[in-house]
Nanobody
Framework: QVQLVESGGGLVQDGGSLRLNCATS???????RAWFRQAPGKEREFVATISWSGDSSSYADFVKGRFTVARDNARDTMYLYMARLKPEDTAVYYCAARPHGAHYPTSNRDDYTYWGQGTQVTVSS
């Protein structure tokens, strides 16, 4: 059973940085990956996505220029580098993977089959 496991969340001050990790266990899924986030009382929203090869990525407007998504297929791990964090970035961050063989990235959460349990990011003002 394939599982995605996020790590790297925590408490950081306004303007700080964090790196989130999304590791895979229980098998291999060769597909596009993405990060989503969910703040209390809000819908889960798209943050960033990256293709299987890593040569294509896209971002939500509210993180462009601040966040960078990357992956290391040799380690079967995806990363989210977050800089210039703001209090409104506070949320639980989830990684997701499309079905095996679906290499193209999308921002539609319905296109993702595998989900991690989430990691909390809190940005204090």
């Amino acid at each position: 059973q394939v599982q995605l496991v996020e790590s790297g969340g925590g408490l950081v001050q306004d303007g700080g940085s964090l790196r989130l990790n999304c590791a895979t266990s229980g098998g291999t899924v060769n597909s596009a990956r993405a990060w989503f986030r969910q703040a209390p009382g809000k819908e889960r929203e798209f943050v960033a996505t990256i293709s299987w090869s890593g040569d294509s990525s896209s971002y939500a407007d509210f993180v462009k220029g601040r966040f960078t998504v990357a992956r290391d297929n040799a380690r079967d791990t995806m990363y989210l580098y977050m800089a210039r964090l703001k209090p409104e970035d506070t949320a639980v961050y989830y990684c997701a993977a499309r079905p095996h063989g679906a290499h193209y990235p999308t921002s539609n959460r319905d296109d993702y089959t595998y989900w991690g349990q989430g990691t909390q990011v809190t940005v204090s003002s």
